[in-house]
């Protein structure tokens, strides 16, 4: 069911179906999709020509620009990896991913170079950096502008021997000849980089049948059929699985357009939805929440949107009703749809159906994916409605982690009959209709006087306080009870930070929460900690409590 090609040949197919359709729209500068295949296969020819090939891996440190994506698929045209990272890493992790993935070059933007050059120096790859402007992408008034604004007209980069421009890179593979797309099964297509399921720091090694798989996946779940006359905001960032499996590749092997955002803020994204009117939109919870707090959409007509999802990270029963009213006085007629996923099986596997939910739940999982609800890492089946460890199947599984045998071994397994589940290390259940509903992160929960707590469930009850804007739950040590709740609690603006406040917020609690859930510290900040996607830290949360006794 899934074509038996790479990454770029799924989307060579699309360009056959849709050869004038619009690829990609970056700041009003429209690419074709003849025109996209075209600089993908001019970039491929550069990648050779500078001594890249089949296996060889590129780290591509980038925002969603046109640069970005032809790198990928170019670099994947001839069998070589694409190895993702996040632009704002700070310098010593751009070394490590350097390192870790043995990349031969890098590519970067202009504004990134002296931050990438320093990690090169440190890295053992002694990797050459390729740097992008983003003039060079920008429609012709707009790249004048931006070059006078930021009078980067004269500047003198890259100033690294061996280190060389994007648009150089093109030039020089003139007349290089390209081999024939060569799908391989089982080979790395993409690393992209997550916590594991163990929360240390990770290369995945995903497929090209991950990617063509989930494209499928998604296409087939949209409520519509996507084609050349559908659009999607691609605001997720592409080191993200989220971002590139579903906001880049669903969209590009389909025929539909991406509309590339480089950068968020809230005013620069209300702005693009209400200018470009994109059918599809999605992001992280975080990413909703800072919307309904702008008045750009006031009295704004939003009907042209038909798929709103949110992954990345749990949507609150709250947060639902306030994305599902808002969309309802805007005139569009859906409701928001969450999915739930792992950068090991790329993005979303499991999402809500187009029309139907169930409260709490995280929908289906999608087509040739099966889930099961097991005793913690065995194979043993827990009854419906019971909780126990997610565990799936299917064609989007990653190949395993890069270097980590071991971890690779615990986290996927295979069954008596040679079926290979990936262990998600994730608290949840399932009902009688097959609706599946996540819980909590196994590692995250808290144990108590002998119970164990779910902070989701907390963060949720406290999430409905009409004095919170948004919080995070930790346990922290406690002599008695093992661990003790603690919450961290992000108060609306104009709510006083007082002792009195934190005695409302725990009395508000009491009636939804069993005793032994209640919130035993309350700590007031003016913002919580993010991971690089928008996701609560609250790792960061823990470390610090327990640095600080």
């Not at 031969?104 to 950096?129: G, H, P, Q």
């Not at 909703?288 to 750009?296: H, I, K, N, V």
Request: hydrophobic share 35%; charged share 25%; with cysteine.
């Amino acid at each position: 069911p899934y074509p038996e090609t790479t990454m770029f040949g799924a989307v060579e197919m699309a360009k056959n179906t849709y050869p004038k359709a619009i690829a990609y729209d970056f700041q009003g500068k429209l690419t074709t999709y003849t025109q996209f295949v075209k600089h993908i296969e001019d970039d491929a020819r550069g990648f050779i020509k500078n001594g890249n090939k089949r296996g060889d891996k590129v780290t591509i440190c980038m925002p969603n620009t046109p640069q970005g994506i032809i790198c990928l698929y170019a670099l994947n045209r001839i069998g070589a990896i694409a190895n993702m990272v996040h632009p704002l890493s700070a310098q010593k992790n751009i070394t490590f991913y350097l390192d870790f993935s043995e990349s031969k070059m890098i590519l970067t933007m202009d504004m990134f170079y002296e931050k990438v050059k320093a990690a090169v120096d440190e890295s053992s790859t002694n990797a050459r950096i390729i740097v992008a402007r983003i003039q060079d992408e920008l429609p012709l008034p707009l790249g004048v502008v931006y070059c006078v604004a930021k009078n980067t007209k004269n500047m003198k980069y890259p100033d690294r021997k061996g280190d060389f421009l994007w648009t150089d890179l093109v030039k020089s593979g003139k007349g290089v000849s390209l081999p024939p797309v060569d799908y391989r099964k089982d080979e790395t297509a993409v690393i992209l980089y997550s916590g594991g399921t163990s929360g240390k720091q990770k290369g995945i090694m995903l497929s090209d049948l991950s990617f063509n798989a989930i494209g499928m996946q998604i296409a087939e779940i949209c409520g519509v059929n996507l084609n050349d006359k559908c659009s999607f905001l691609s605001v997720m960032p592409i080191f993200h699985g989220f971002g590139l499996g579903i906001g880049i590749h669903t969209i590009l092997i389909n025929g539909a357009r991406c509309i590339l955002m480089p950068q968020f803020t809230t005013d620069s994204y209300a702005k693009t939805v209400l200018k470009k009117k994109p059918n599809f939109i999605a992001g992280v919870p975080t990413l909703y929440q800072a919307l309904f707090e702008t008045d750009r959409f006031n009295g704004q007509d939003l009907s042209f949107l038909v798929g709103v999802f949110s992954g990345g990270d749990a949507l609150s029963p709250e947060l639902k009703k306030k994305a599902d009213k808002f969309l309802r006085d805007h005139n569009a007629n859906i409701q928001i749809r969450e999915g739930y996923g792992l950068t090991e099986c790329v993005t979303a596997s499991c999402v809500t159906p187009f029309d139907r939910s169930k409260p709490g739940s995280i929908g289906l999982p999608l087509r040739d994916t099966t889930y099961k609800i097991v005793e913690p890492g065995t194979f043993n089946e827990v009854p419906l409605g019971k909780d126990g460890e997610i565990i799936l199947s299917g064609p989007t599984l990653m190949l395993g982690y890069l270097k980590e045998e071991q971890e690779t071994n615990d986290t996927l397994k295979y069954d008596e009959n040679g079926t290979k589940w990936l262990f998600t290390g994730d608290m949840g259940c399932m009902d009688d209709e097959g609706f599946v509903y996540f819980k909590q992160r196994i590692k995250r929960m808290i144990v108590t006087s002998g119970y164990n707590v779910y902070p989701s469930r907390i963060e949720d009850v406290i999430d409905k306080c009409p004095d919170v804007n948004y919080c995070c739950v930790i346990g922290v040590k406690d002599p008695y009870k093992m661990q003790k709740i603690r919450a961290y609690i992000v108060l609306n603006d104009g709510v006083p930070a007082t002792a009195g406040e934190k005695e409302r917020i725990k009395d508000f609690c009491k009636p939804y929460l069993d005793r032994y859930e209640w919130p035993k510290e309350i700590e007031f900040r003016d913002a919580l900690p993010r991971t690089l996607v928008g996701k609560v830290a609250y790792h960061t949360l823990e470390e610090e409590a327990e640095k600080n006794g």
